[in-house]
Nanobody
């Protein structure tokens, strides 16, 4: 079945870095646009970044531009999100996502906590 599995979250100090990974299975990964979303406690889920099927097209939320970088390795069915210069307000559960045939698919999420 279709599956997205995120990893790489953790606790880091302000200014630190993390790299998140999302591995897809059960679908033709290389054909799909993949997104990263995040959801902080008490807040709605928000789009953080997205990447086209071949990796040549990317988009970012204004709040993360210049600090986060999305990339993918289709041979490994993996999308990455490099998080640099982390701030307390980046604390959230991060999810990867794609849309197909009328529905959204989500992973289970990985927690990122930025705290001193």
């Amino acid at each position: 079945q279709v599956q997205l599995v995120e990893s790489g979250g953790g606790q880091v100090q302000p200014g630190g870095s993390l790299r998140l990974s999302c591995v897809g299975s059960g679908f033709v990964f290389r054909m799909f646009y993949i997104n990263w979303y995040r959801q902080a406690p008490g807040s709605e889920r928000e789009l953080v970044a997205g990447i086209g099927s071949a990796g040549g097209s990317t988009k970012y939320a204004d709040s993360v531009k210049g600090r986060f970088t999305i990339s993918r390795d289709n041979a490994k069915s993996t999308v990455y999100l490099q998080l640099n210069s982390l701030k307390a307000e980046d604390t959230a559960v991060y999810y990867c996502n794609f849309y197909f045939n009328g529905r959204d698919y989500w992973g289970q999420g990985t927690q990122v906590t930025v705290s001193s």
